[in-house]
């Protein structure tokens, strides 16, 4: 007969009821990794604020107090180039869907989890961070809610870092800062883990949560904008180049508003005046207003009939500003690829025709084109790792290969095209329905399926038809008559 033990009782209690102690705080190497994560961040982030600051049009702009005084210095003129190299390419960017390499169409289920995500207003909010402030990235996690989709999600550059492999291309470990009302949250990704944390009263951080998925991989891709052999977290749009014409514009604007506070009403000079032509009646000096209104317009001769001779000066010239705006404008367009018109440059004449405005703009529709396939492989990837979340951790065969089916970049309207694809379709180059001749007409993903569905309940109702007429019984012929 065994007796009773209450340590071995209190042991068993303790081993199934307290959980591990790293579970309740950070380890040191999880500390360690959080202070070479935020050392980084801390590297990062000045170049991206500055970007960040004049794709806003709040960047700080030297006055080199020449020209325009100290005085002046409050005066602020803004001219927004550096917008125009970003904007029109997030308007050109939309990802129609994800497609697997055997389907010449969407993949429904990474449709809906694209859908589940808010993926069309997300990936908008990723375009523009990568393209202003080098890259941008998505994270996937853990629904909270049981059974529910992983979580997508686009975020800022400014709000996480992450540590590389030595080819630079795969995640080892990564963090993501951000305010919660008046507390500063983040998470740490690891290979095996996402730990959720939250700065203490003191400053510390401190466990809120672990998600132990186990999946042996950091659930964090990279977008970058324009990316290097020697730099794979890429580079802004707003260049150095953008940067420095957008200061000059600027410090020529302000000596334009200058000028024309003091130098914009024509200055004359009085020679031969008296200081009684500048007083009122009883001595005291008229104001500057009534002396230049009145008083200079109507001044009498002196006691030897010398009247003062008035010279007026030449005013100020203003295009001597705008003659140099208009330089500084045809540099940047070069450097934006946008057309003199967005940046305030026309010239005098007929109007410029479509074509011309359709060649204008080629080279920005090749910039986006070159950013889809910049952006493409971290947005495939993104997908799998939504995919592994689902199986836990393993990656389906048939989703190990995914390829991002982009709109169009430039509106296409079938009137505008219409003609030469009948003309495909007569030649017999392509069939009518295809797939590929509708995504030609401009037709979304949607807008095909819709068509291939209305086009099957078409034949369904045409085979019908050909049916019941079959079945029919058929009139007699006039030939039955004639027979004897």
Partial sequence: MSTFSFEALARSFSSATIPNLPLLGLSESEQSLI?????????????????????LGEQVIDNLRIAVPKELEFLRTLVGWPALGVDPLVERLAIDGFRLPTSTDADDHLSAL?????????????????????????????????????????????????????????????????????????????????????????????????????????????????????????ASEITPAVRSLTDSACRTLLGLEVARELYSVPQKAL??????????????????????????????????????TIHQMQPYDPSAFTKILDWYASSAAGHLAATPQDLGLYTQGNPASAESQEVAESRRDRRAQLRQKMFSPALARTMQNAVRFEHGGRLP???????????????????????????????????????????????????????????????????????????????????????A
Wanted: net charge negative; with cysteine.
């Fill in 271 to 308: 020679l031969g005046a008296t200081e009684a032509a500048f007083q009122n009646a009883d001595g005291t000096p008229k104001s500057a207003w009534e002396t230049y209104i009145t008083r200079v317009l109507a001044i009498e001769a002196d006691e030897a009939g010398n009247v003062p």
């Fill in 114 to 234: 694209w859908d589940a995500n808010a993926g069309e207003y997300e990936q908008t909010l990723a375009f523009t961070d990568a393209l202003v402030m080098h890259r941008a990235y998505w994270m996937v996690g853990s629904n909270p809610e049981k059974g529910g989709p992983p979580l997508i999600t686009a975020e800022s550059p400014l709000n996480m870092t992450v540590l590389w492999d030595l080819r630079g291309t795969s995640a080892r470990a990564a963090m993501q800062e951000y305010r919660d009302a008046d507390r500063k949250r983040g998470a740490l990704l690891v290979p095996n883990q996402t730990i959720h944390l939250a700065e203490d009263d003191d400053g510390k951080w401190t466990v809120t949560g672990r998600d132990q998925h186990g999946f042996g991989f950091v659930p964090v891709e990279r977008m970058a904008n324009r990316p290097r052999t020697n730099n794979r977290d890429g």
């Fill in 397 to 483: 065969t048939e989703f190990e290969r995914i390829a991002v089916d982009w709109h169009a970049v430039k509106d296409v309207y079938p009137s505008l095209i219409s003609d030469a694809v009948s003309k495909e379709i007569t030649s017999g180059a392509v069939p009518a329905t295809s797939d590929v001749t509708l995504k030609r007409l401009g037709y979304s993903a949607v807008e095909r399926a819709r068509l291939a569905q209305d086009r099957r309940a078409d034949d369904a109702r045409a085979m019908q038809q050909a049916l019941v007429a079959s079945l029919m019984p058929k009139a007699p012929t006039g030939g039955d008559d004639n027979r």
């Fill in 35 to 55: 202070k070479q994560l935020q050392t980084q961040a801390q590297t990062d982030r000045s170049l991206m604020q500055l970007c960040l600051a004049y794709y």
